[in-house]
């Protein structure tokens, strides 16, 4: 009888018939209403912005004008952009800053997973320490620092000194050359443990009956990690690397902080760049320009990170 | 393929003795069931025996050679695991060669034997496919291809059938007796499942607490079971036991039941309750060596059928008696309804008996 009673009501409300598309947005009339308010806020804060700067990237915004007067100067400023060796240098910057910092974050996090993944006396302390640089505030690690790399009062230049290693201290973060390397270290410094947290929590799902498996089958230690582990781990460590890739892409307080992109553009990556266009010079339609190129980048390495996800669920579906 | 010899075998975990002095000898090319319920020891005796667990104490032979201290690749020893193991981003191919691979040898040797393997077993055509895309029962075919293509002294199998549903199972377990006969190989095989150890084993190493308790061939288990554990343990239906009293009346030995029959015993019986220690004994009987009788007859004992289960051949029969539940197999065309008056009568050359407080069968000599 209820079955009855809910299809004569459907009838009376007039469903609409046949229509493939129209029909399946009908039947999930009150799933679009409760995720309106979320797509209405992003609409806000998020596509509003992304629509605005992708106008201003068009627009010349002259400093001593208001930037209601801006003057439309069509592709000028991805041209200029395009041409100008301040670019290419950051574009350089910016690969071997996200490309070390990854790498070697993940390979030190992963290194220092399967260190603590055996079990031995002081294990937890260990595990807690080892997460400290993720936690602190990065302002503040990028001050302290700035003061351990410090050409003069610097702990690293005093203690190589004493060693008897240089006559001086070295010039970490005050030249061309040095500058970007050592912040890389705090950056991997600062970010090794979220790859040490994910590739822990993966290791905990290897199954141990396949590495007993590959015990009895006459696999050492190494070929145990390179068969069984590692497979296994694929899935984390292709979402830890591409989290990570992000991350590194979108840094700012470390470089920032720390040298303010110098000296002579030599620590500049994009984002502290186009900051520094923007809140800077008030080249806010050079700099939006930019935000609108690396806008596109980090899509497409979203749309890999989200494909790698569902890329998981499929074969979590599966098994 | 060798023999293996299990010495004193012990292994503790802090204060608790997972096995417990256990000593088996396993011959070349025997089938040997190590059975018992969860938590018995079984597991842990393989895994000894496979090296994947250090020993406490006591010896392992395979072959000539104590194995104690090599590491399970140096043992010739290979294993089926429970969830088939196997690795599941090689292919089916590549899943038989690795253990080839890690001895390395020849490409073409390996190639040689992984189709061999697949051969026998009857799955060429799944060489290239992933583990996900087989069934539990091919899966588990591929883990005992990846045992065969090593050629070990022994194989192990760890509860190889416990994953797969009743029908495959018993598919599976006629496989794995014929793999068995084929290749002559010596199986240690743990289950937890009497049924497999009884249809499969050549012997069978009953366990409990980490003890040993019976190691014998299954008919011999099934026949003479040592103690009450290892009667309740083998058979379904279960073995009932039933306490009684052990009584000499008019110079007879006569077991009193609880609600005060008299059960009179052959001389043979007589003579195993003269030498039991204690007045209390155990009266264990097997469904098929009782009969029920709907009047009296001599030497039954009076019972109350309490519930009826037609299984199609044949009809069981649970009766009260003395406190027990009482198993009595009858034919389908036998109608007995619950609450009924019924009368047990006892096979006396198949009954057994036991020592109330050890458990211990009786023995007449």
């Known amino acids: 009888m209820t079955i009855l009673t809910g299809k004569a009501e459907t009838v009376g409300r007039r469903r609409p018939e046949g229509g493939g598309l129209l029909r399946k947005i009908w039947d999930h009339r009150a799933d679009y209403g409760y995720v309106l308010p979320a797509i209405a806020v992003m609409l806000i804060v998020i596509a509003y912005p992304i629509y605005y700067t992708i106008e201003l990237s068009f627009f010349a915004t002259p400093p001593g004008l208001q930037l209601r007067d801006k003057v439309f100067v069509g592709l000028n400023n991805y041209t200029a952009i395009l041409t100008s060796p301040v670019f290419w240098t950051v574009t350089k910057n910016t690969l071997i800053w996200t490309v070390a910092s990854t790498f070697l974050s993940f390979v030190l996090g992963f290194a220092c997973a399967l260190a603590l993944h055996r079990d031995f006396l002081g294990r937890g302390i260990l595990r807690a320490i080892l997460i400290i640089p993720w936690v602190i505030s990065a302002v503040a690690a990028s001050y302290i620092w700035k003061w351990i790399y410090h050409s003069d009062f610097g702990i690293i230049g005093a203690v190589l000194v004493a060693l008897g290693w240089t006559d001086r201290p070295p010039n970490f973060i005050d030249s061309v050359s040095t500058v970007l390397p050592s912040l890389i270290v705090v950056n991997i410094w600062r970010e090794f ?25 006459g696999a050492n230690a190494w070929q145990r990690f390179w068969h069984v582990t590692f497979p296994h781990l694929r899935n984390v460590s292709t979402v830890t690397i591409l989290l990570l890739a992000v991350a590194n892409f979108n840094s700012f307080i470390i470089p920032w902080i720390m040298t303010g992109g110098g000296p002579s553009n030599a620590s500049h990556i994009w984002i502290t760049h186009i900051y520094e266009l923007a809140f800077g010079r008030q080249r806010w339609g050079v700099a939006s320009a930019y935000s609108v190129l690396l806008f596109v980048i980090l899509m497409s390495l979203g749309y890999f990170y989200v494909r790698a996800l569902s890329g998981n669920e499929q074969k979590d579906g599966a098994e | 393929m060798a023999h293996v010899v299990l010495n004193d ?17 396993i011959n070349d090319g025997e089938f040997v069931a190590l059975v018992g319920p969860s938590g018995c020891g079984k597991t842990t005796t393989l895994n000894l025996v496979a090296g994947l667990t250090s020993v406490s104490s006591g010896e392992i032979v395979i072959g000539d050679r104590v194995v104690n201290d090599l590491d399970p690749k140096d043992r010739d020893i290979a294993m089926v695991f429970q969830n088939y193991a196997l690795y599941p981003q090689k292919s089916v191919y590549k899943n038989l060669a690795f253990p080839l691979q890690m001895r390395k040898l020849p490409s073409d040797e390996i190639d040689k034997k992984v189709r061999e393997a697949a051969r026998v077993l009857d799955m060429t055509q799944l060489l290239e496919r992933k583990p996900r895309e087989l069934s539990g029962g091919q899966q588990q075919r591929v883990a005992l291809g990846r045992a065969l293509v090593r050629d070990p002294a ?6 190889p059938l416990s994953n797969l549903d009743a029908k495959l199972r018993v598919q599976m377990r006629s496989e794995i007796k014929r793999f068995h006969q084929d290749l002559k190989a010596t199986i240690i095989y743990v289950t937890h499942d009497q049924l497999e150890a009884v249809t499969m084993a050549d012997r069978m190493a009953v366990m409990s607490g980490g003890y040993l308790q019976q190691y014998d061939t299954p008919a011999q288990v099934f026949a003479h079971p040592v103690n009450m554990f290892v009667a309740s343990f083998i058979g379904s239906p279960a073995m009932s036991l039933v306490p009684v009293e052990a009584s000499t009346e008019e110079g007879a030995p006569v077991l ?9 015993l052959s001389p043979h019986n007589a003579q195993k309750v003269a030498k039991a220690k204690t007045k209390k004994v155990v009266l264990g009987a097997r469904h098929s060596t009782i009969k029920l009788h709907k009047s009296a007859v001599p030497g039954s004992i009076p019972a109350r059928a309490y519930t009826v ?9 649970q009766a009260f008696l003395s406190g027990a539940i009482v198993n009595v197999s009858v034919p389908p065309t036998v109608a007995v309804a ?3 008056q019924i009368w047990l009568e006892f096979d006396q050359d198949r009954m057994h008996l036991f020592d109330g407080e050890t458990e211990m069968a009786l023995q007449a000599s």
């Open chain 2, 338 to 340: 619950p609450d009924e």
């Open chain 2, 256 to 264: 009193i039941g609880a609600e005060g029959w008299r059960l009179q």
């Open chain 1, 193 to 217: 443990p979220f790859a040490m947290i994910m590739m822990m929590a993966g290791l905990q799902t290897v199954p141990d009956q396949l590495l007993r498996a590959a015990k009895v089958d």
């Open chain 2, 9 to 25: 075998l012990v292994k503790t975990y802090g204060a608790f003795k997972a096995v417990n002095n256990v000593s088996l000898t």
């Open chain 2, 309 to 317: 289960e037609p299984t199609g051949d044949i009809t069981f029969v």
């Open chain 2, 154 to 159: 022994v194989f192990l199998m760890d509860e």
